[in-house]
Structure formats: structure tokens, C-alpha cells
């Protein structure tokens, strides 16, 4: 069965500071993974995926993800944290084989403190 | 903005009711799919449709039922309502990454 897991509730950093976003995931065969964010009383909006390739992969905003096959990990970071980023982060995982499911973790509330 | 639609944007019913939420999708998507958000439970999964079939279910109850039309557009339907159906639900739609829709918020009174 996929399962995702975001180990941090709450992520508190500085403006200016690196960030990183954790996110581990449990899957059948390779993964689709992915990263949301999601804006007060807005719907989830995509960042970035990995599906095959570099396991370094760049998205929106500034963001990138690094996906670790032997960790099963896929964190997101950010060299330098705005103020603006503070929201709530999402992880998902697909299967690349059999079922269509998305499965998004818990979510992640990221406070970047001015 | 996503492409992606929904009304509408509140409801505000009672207990035992039934109500309908409704999704357009992006514009040359032809899967869509419905998600619940509540506080205490997360993002939760209820069910996919592809080209107006049914893809794929998650946690969705019996008192909830979905359909995709053929223009594509999806209707998820909601009966017996309880306190507890009280949420924001989504509609998303893509092949790969999914682009939400700015959601339906339900109060169930």
C-alpha cells in the first residue's frame, strides 16, 4: 500500500535562512512524487514532481526537491527562506504501476519569521 | 489560476440534507478528482474519474456518490449529512501533477 509520511507538523525559520521540508514515502515500484502548497483558504497548488531522471528536481519559487531512492525520501528546500513561503506543504506519492491513487501526506506548516 | 472550477464556493445546510458540489475541469483534462479537507483528517481522497468512468476510489463513503459528465464537468453528491461532512472539498484535475480547484467549503448546521 503507497503511504507518505511528513515527520514535522511545523517547520519555523528565519527569512534569508536555507529550509527544508521532509517527506518520506512508501510505494510500490518506482514513485511519482510530488510537492503542493497550499495558501490560506486557497486550493493546493503544484510545485514541482519527480517521476524519472536527475534526482534533483527544481520547481517553482525557488524550490527543489531531492528524491533519495535508498532513503525513500523526497525533502524539499529552498536555499534562501521568504516570509512569502509561509503556507502549508503538501507531499504525494503515485504509483507508477497499477492503481491511480495520489496519496498526500499530513501536511507541512512552514512559519518564516521575518 | 488553475482552469479548474467549482461551485460553489459555500454551503451552508442541515443535518440529514443533501447537496450537490460541482467541477469543471481544465480545459482538455479528462481526469478529475474529488478530495475532502477537514482539520482533524488531512487531505483525504475520495475518488477519480477518467473520460466520465470511474478510475479509481478512496475513502469515500456510501452516503457520497460522484459522476463525470460527458462535457467532462463532475458532480460530487452528498446525502444524510452529518456534522461531521463539515470540510472543504476539492476537485483537481491533470495527469500527472493536479491542479485544485479554489474548493467548495460545506457547513453542515
Known amino acids: 500500500a503507497q503511504s507518505v509520511a511528513q515527520p514535522e507538523d511545523q517547520v519555523n525559520v528565519a527569512e534569508g535562512n536555507p529550509l527544508t521540508v521532509k517527506c518520506t514515502y512508501s510505494?510500490?515500484?518506482?514513485?511519482?512524487l510530488f510537492w503542493y502548497v497550499q495558501y490560506p483558504n486557497r486550493g493546493l497548488q503544484f510545485l514541482l514532481k519527480y517521476i524519472t531522471g536527475d534526482n534533483l528536481v527544481k520547481g517553482s519559487y525557488g524550490f527543489e526537491a531531492e528524491f533519495n531512492k535508498s532513503q525513500t525520501s523526497f525533502h524539499l528546500k529552498k536555499p534562501s527562506a521568504l516570509v512569502s513561503d509561509s503556507a502549508l506543504y503538501f507531499c504525494?506519492?503515485?504509483?507508477?504501476?497499477?492503481?491511480?491513487?495520489?496519496?498526500f501526506g499530513a501536511g507541512t506548516r512552514l512559519f518564516v519569521k521575518a | 489560476d488553475s482552469g479548474v472550477t467549482q461551485t460553489p464556493k459555500h454551503l451552508i445546510t442541515a443535518t440529514g440534507q443533501r447537496v450537490t458540489l460541482r467541477c469543471s475541469p481544465r480545459s482538455g483534462d479528462l481526469s478529475v478528482y474529488w478530495y475532502q479537507q477537514s482539520l482533524d483528517q488531512g487531505l483525504q481522497f475520495l475518488i477519480q474519474?477518467?473520460?466520465?468512468?470511474?478510475?479509481a476510489k478512496g475513502n469515500i463513503l456510501e452516503r457520497f456518490s460522484a459522476q463525470q459528465f460527458p462535457d467532462l464537468h463532475s458532480e460530487l453528491n452528498l446525502s444524510s449529512l452529518e456534522l461531521g461532512d463539515s470540510a472543504l472539498y476539492f476537485c483537481?484535475?491533470?495527469?500527472?501533477?493536479?491542479?485544485f480547484g479554489p474548493g467548495t467549503r460545506l457547513t453542515v448546521l
Open positions: 510505494v510500490s515500484g518506482n514513485p511519482y
Open positions: 483537481a484535475s491533470g495527469t500527472d501533477e493536479q491542479f
Open positions: 504525494a506519492v503515485r504509483a507508477n504501476t497499477g492503481g491511480f491513487k495520489t496519496i
Open positions: 474519474y477518467y473520460n466520465g468512468e470511474e478510475r
